[in-house]
């Protein structure tokens, strides 16, 4: 079966970090771009970043840049995982983050519309 599982949520406070973990089951997730979406409360899902298969990152373009500077995307070979980041968390970002392996992470930068079957996600919530 083929799946990504979202993990690593939580509450944290204001300035805190957390580390979101996707890991992938029934293939092999370093073929694949992987994109990291967030949906808020009342709120559209959106784009927050990507990594490609060759390891860069890159950052949806409607992200704040203060946003890329605190969040960063990594690769776990062995473990068949892509993580997340988050330093310096604000309010602003709690929300359900998703992972999704996607054609190119161009479609995340340029907020395309994305298909795909998505996860059960895992909740972020920041606050003091």
């Known amino acids: 079966q083929v799946h990504l599982v979202e993990s690593g949520g939580g509450l944290v406070q204001p300035g805190g970090s957390l580390t979101l973990s996707c890991a992938a089951s029934g293939f092999t997730l370093d073929y694949y771009d992987v994109g990291w979406f967030r949906q808020a409360p009342r709120k559209e899902r959106e784009g927050v970043a990507c990594i490609s298969s060759d390891g860069q990152t890159y950052y949806a373009d409607s992200m704040k840049d203060s946003m890329k500077g605190r969040f960063t995307m990594s690769r776990d070979s062995a473990k068949n995982r892509v993580y997340l980041r988050m330093n310096n968390l604000e309010a602003e970002d709690t929300a359900a983050y998703y992972c999704?392996?996607?054609?190119?992470?161009?479609?995340?930068?340029?907020?395309?519309?994305?298909?795909?079957?998505w996860g059960q996600g895992t909740q972020v919530t920041v606050s003091s």
């Open positions: 999704l392996t996607l054609t190119n992470c161009r479609v995340l930068v340029e907020g395309a519309p994305v298909s795909g079957s």
